[in-house]
Structures are given as structure tokens and as C-alpha cells.
């Protein structure tokens, strides 16, 4: 028998969206009857967490200390053998849940969601160009093609996120992608619609986009050779 909704934690890393949240969350709750477990690692100084707990998730206080902390400790933090991870700015489709729930009980241990294949269009286009530049280089080191190193949006076996050591802050999203399909495990990008997100952005597109392209690098090369 496959798993259900009550096998899946949703899980995000929060800070400062209180525009959003509410949305995320019942959106969540929606889609998968209330049946999902949702839990916020926030560091936030609004009233994210306040909102996200009156809408029934769990919240995680963390000091502020980067997207790729809070995530980690986000997937690491459920008991739920499928861990879903999503942004909360409203720019993920909540509805395609099912979906990734499906392939995951198809087989595979990671499904990630391909925001490109559909065009993107509500992303700015420095940040459709860069995402690209980033599934070129991760291919190319790699010598396996992706299509979104940087998606939020995932499905992961909970053994899987527990039998690597994550390292990467910035550039986790990639990282998250490069190591499961450098060691052989079952991926599949599954194509994603993408919405134009809901409050500002944290992060700087120069300075994060070195950050991640730099992430790529390392990891794929020390995926490749062994050695950290």
C-alpha cells in the first residue's frame, strides 16, 4: 500500500512573510484534508509565526542564520516518511501535492519541481536566466541534465534526507538535487507552475547567485572525487 497524506510532512523555512503565510498554509491544509503535517523553522520579526500557528502548523523559533539553515533543519525536523518542501512566499502550487505524492510511490526518492519547463514567466527574467545558468552548470558537472537546480518545491523519502550530510546554506536548494542524483538515487523533475511571489525578496540576486553557482562546484566536485 502507498503512502497517503498522513505519511506527508510540508515543510518550509519562514521569515518575514506574514503576507503570504496564511495562504501557504491553508492551502496545505486544503489540498491534503488537514491530513499533512505543515512546520515553519522560522526566524522571523513580524507575526509570521503567530499567523502560521493559528493556522494549524507547527513552528520551529530559529535565530536567523540563512535560507539553507532553516531549510535543513526543516527536513530534518519531521518523523513523516515523505518530506514536501516549499517556499512560503505563494509562488509553489500547493494543488500538484498529489503528484508529487503519486511519483513518490512510484519509486522514486526525490521528485523535484521543474518551475522552467512551463516558461516561468512570473519570475523575473535575471532570475529565469540565472536559474537556467545554474541547471547548465550542475548538467555539465554532473553529466546528468537537469532542468531546476534551485527549485523550492520538492518531495523527498525522509531516510534519504537523513542519510546525507547537508552542507551548503545559500546554495541548499542545488545541493539538495546534486548529492541524491550523484549517488544513484531515484530522481524525477516533475513540471511545475509558478506564481509572482507574495511580499520582497531576501535574497540579493548577484551575491545569492554567486553563492549558489560557487555551491554547485563544490558539491559536484566533491561528489565526484570524494574528498570534502
Known amino acids: 500500500m502507498g503512502y497517503t497524506f498522513d505519511d506527508v510532512a510540508v515543510v518550509m523555512g519562514t521569515y518575514n512573510?506574514?503576507?503570504?503565510?496564511?495562504?501557504?498554509v491553508s492551502d496545505i491544509e486544503e489540498v491534503t484534508d488537514g491530513r499533512a503535517e505543515v512546520i515553519c523553522v522560522d526566524g522571523s520579526s513580524d507575526c509570521t509565526p503567530d499567523i502560521a500557528r493559528?493556522?494549524?502548523a507547527t513552528?520551529?523559533?530559529q535565530r536567523p542564520q540563512g535560507y539553507g539553515v532553516a531549510v535543513r533543519e526543516a527536513v530534518l525536523t519531521p518523523d513523516r516518511p515523505v518530506v514536501v518542501t516549499t517556499d512560503c512566499d505563494d509562488t509553489y502550487p500547493m494543488e500538484q501535492l498529489p503528484a508529487f505524492l503519486d511519483a513518490i510511490n512510484e519509486g522514486y526518492d526525490v521528485v523535484s519541481g521543474d518551475?522552467?519547463?512551463?516558461?516561468?514567466?512570473?519570475?523575473?527574467a535575471f532570475n529565469r536566466f540565472g536559474n537556467?545558468?545554474?541547471?547548465?552548470l550542475a548538467s555539465i558537472l554532473m553529466g546528468t541534465r537537469v532542468h531546476d537546480t534551485t527549485t523550492?518545491?520538492?518531495?523527498?523519502?525522509r531516510e534519504?534526507?537523513?542519510?546525507?550530510?547537508?552542507?551548503?546554506?545559500t546554495g541548499l536548494s542545488a545541493e539538495l538535487l546534486i548529492r541524491p542524483l550523484m549517488r544513484d538515487y531515484r530522481v524525477r523533475e516533475l513540471p511545475i507552475a509558478y506564481r509572482e511571489r507574495a511580499g520582497e525578496t531576501k535574497l540579493d540576486p548577484i551575491e545569492g547567485g554567486a553563492a549558489i553557482a560557487k555551491s554547485i562546484v563544490k558539491v559536484c566536485l566533491e561528489e565526484r572525487t570524494g574528498l570534502r
Do not use: C, K, Q, S
Not at 518551475?115 to 523575473?124: I, T
Not at 537556467?132 to 547548465?136: E, L
Not at 534519504?160 to 546554506?169: F, G, P, S
Open 115 to 124: 518551475r522552467l519547463y512551463h516558461g516561468a514567466e512570473a519570475m523575473p
Open 160 to 169: 534519504l534526507l537523513h542519510d546525507i550530510e547537508w552542507t551548503e546554506n
Open 54 to 56: 493559528e493556522h494549524g
Open 17 to 24: 512573510e506574514e503576507e503570504a503565510v496564511a495562504t501557504v
Open 152 to 157: 523550492g518545491m520538492r518531495a523527498y523519502r
Open 59 to 61: 513552528v520551529v523559533r
Open 132 to 136: 537556467a545558468a545554474f541547471a547548465a
